[in-house]
């Protein structure tokens, strides 16, 4: 069964501090691996987006490392801001014969404060 | 442009009660899809479509039905609620292709009595 798991499910720091958050997955065959910000109330938004070839991507303060073989990705967080609050939802995509097959995480909530 | 609406935002029903929620896109975009959210649980797929006036079933389809009549529109229907789809509802649609991004409504918040 495909699974995506995301640790920690909290976390608290302080603005201007850094901080990664985990994903590990057993989603076959892999067709790319996506980060997702929902803030509180609102539909989730694209951060980034890894094929396998790809173990880095960045996007302004969000950086994402992605290890095909250890099936594990993190995205960091370099000097947060308060605006970073929000849940962080790791979405890894399998390729099916009737096309992709999304698996979601939980997410990590993580919350900046001054 | 507004990305992908969805109406109502909020909505309570009492058991046995139906209603749609509409979820309609101005991105001209081909697929569409159905998730509801759960505490502690990842998004999960209700519905989707792959374009006009087709449909098919997700992960979590019964209780639930839908309709692509038109491409720009996709509407969710619950027939006879029950508590267990107290839930949040996103709508999300995308253009097309392996490494496309799917782009998601803000959700409705439904609760069943």
């Known amino acids: 069964k495909n699974q995506v798991e995301q640790s920690p499910q909290s976390l608290i720091i302080l603005e201007g501090k850094n901080c990664t958050l985990q994903c590990n997955y057993t989603v076959s065959p892999f067709s790319n691996l996506r980060w997702y910000k929902q803030d509180t109330g609102r539909g989730p938004v694209s951060l980034t987006i890894?094929?396998?070839?790809?173990n880095t991507k960045s996007n302004g303060r969000y950086t994402a490392t992605l290890d095909a073989d250890t099936k594990q990705s993190s995205l960091h967080i370099t000097a947060s801001q308060l605006s970073d609050s929000a849940s962080y939802i790791c979405v890894v995509s399998a390729s099916t014969g009737g096309g992709n097959k999304l698996t979601f995480g939980t997410g990590t909530q993580l919350k900046v404060e001054l | 442009n507004a990305g992908v609406t969805q109406t109502p935002k909020f909505r309570v029903l009492k058991t046995g009660q139906s209603m749609t929620l509409l979820c309609a896109q101005d991105m001209n975009h081909e697929y569409m899809y159905w998730y509801r959210q759960d505490p502690g649980m990842g998004l999960r797929l209700i519905h989707y479509s792959v374009g006009e006036g087709t449909t098919a079933k997700g992960e979590v389809p019964d209780g639930y039905n839908v309709s692509r009549l038109k491409k720009q529109n996709f509407l969710l229907g619950l027939e006879s609620a029950a508590p267990s789809q107290t839930s949040v509802y996103f709508c999300?649609?995308?253009?097309?292709?392996?490494?496309?991004?799917?782009?998601f409504g803000p959700g409705t918040r439904l609760t069943v009595l």
């Open positions: 999300a649609s995308r253009r097309g292709g392996v490494e496309d991004t799917q782009y």
């Open positions: 890894m094929t396998f070839s790809e």
